[in-house]
T-cell receptor, first 108, second 113 residues
Framework: DAKTTQPNSMESNEEEPVHLPCNHSTISGTDYIHWYRQLPSQGPEYVIHGLTSNVNNRMASLAIAEDRKSSTLILHRATLRDAAVYYCIQNRDDKIIFGKGTRLHILP | NAGVMQNPRHLVRRRGQEARLRCSPMKGHSHVYWYRQLPEEGLKFMVYLQKENIIDESGMPKERFSAEFPKEGPSILRIQQVVRGDSAAYFC???????????FGPGTRLTVL
C-alpha cells in the first residue's frame, strides 16, 4: 500500500503558484520522496525527487520538512497544461507504489 | 532519443483470448517495469524485469499473467484467457538503473468484451 497521504483534489488559478502537500510520516532515513504526475490519457511523468534537502528543477521545486515527515511540491506559475493527477511517492527501492494522488484543477 | 514505446495502443479481446502487450524501453535502459491502471484508480505495480531476468513479480496475479524481457527485442506482458476484469490501461516504464527516475510509455488500453 502507498505510504503517503495527499488531498484528493485541489484547485488553483492559472499563473499563480501551487503548493501540493504530502504527508509521509513513516518515512525512514533511506527513503526518497518522488513526485510524478499523470496528464489525462497519458502515462505518468517524472517531476522531481529528493532525500533531505530542498530541490529545484525546471518543472518544480520540492520543499522537504526538516523531520522529513512531509513535503510540498511547488509549481511556481501554474498553467492549464499543469492540470493532472500528482503522485507523491515514498520509496527506497526500484518499485514505485502509487497512491491515489491529488487531482489538480487549474482555473483559467 | 525516442521515448518508451508501447504497442498496440489499444487492444480489444474477447473473453478467453490471449493479449500480448509490447514495450520497447528507451535506448540504453535495461530495466523495465509494468503497471496496471484500472478505470478511475491509481497505478499498481506488477513486475520489474532486467534483461532475461524477473527481479520482482510481487504485483503479478498468480495465474494467467506472465512477463518477459528477452536479450533481444521488446518486453512482453502476456495475459492468457482474458476476463472482463483485465480491462485496464497497462503502462510500461524503463530506467537506466534499478533506482531513480522511471520513464513511462503512453500505455496500452486493453478492452475485454
Amino acid at each position: 500500500d502507498a505510504k503517503t497521504t495527499q488531498p484528493n483534489s485541489m484547485e488553483s488559478n492559472e499563473e499563480e503558484p501551487v503548493h501540493l502537500p504530502c504527508n509521509h510520516s513513516t518515512i525512514s532515513g533511506t527513503d526518497y520522496i518522488h513526485w510524478y504526475r499523470q496528464l489525462p490519457s497519458q502515462g505518468p511523468e517524472y517531476v522531481i525527487h529528493g532525500l533531505t534537502s530542498n530541490v529545484n528543477n525546471r518543472m518544480a521545486s520540492l520543499a522537504i520538512a526538516e523531520d522529513r515527515k512531509s513535503s510540498t511540491l511547488i509549481l511556481h506559475r501554474a498553467t492549464l497544461r499543469d492540470a493532472a493527477v500528482y503522485y507523491c511517492i515514498q520509496n527506497r527501492d526500484d518499485k514505485i507504489i502509487f497512491g491515489k494522488g491529488t487531482r489538480l484543477h487549474i482555473l483559467p | 532519443n525516442a521515448g518508451v514505446m508501447q504497442n498496440p495502443r489499444h487492444l480489444v479481446r474477447r473473453r478467453g483470448q490471449e493479449a500480448r502487450l509490447r514495450c520497447s524501453p528507451m535506448k540504453g535502459h535495461s530495466h523495465v517495469y509494468w503497471y496496471r491502471q484500472l478505470p478511475e484508480e491509481g497505478l499498481k505495480f506488477m513486475v520489474y524485469l532486467q534483461k532475461e531476468n524477473i527481479i520482482d513479480e510481487s504485483g503479478m496475479p498468480k495465474e494467467r499473467f506472465s512477463a518477459e524481457f528477452p536479450k533481444e527485442g521488446p518486453s512482453i506482458l502476456r495475459i492468457q484467457q482474458v476476463v472482463r476484469g483485465d480491462s485496464a490501461a497497462y503502462f510500461c516504464a524503463s530506467s537506466p538503473e534499478g533506482f531513480g527516475e522511471q520513464f513511462f510509455g503512453p500505455g496500452t488500453r486493453l478492452t475485454v468484451l
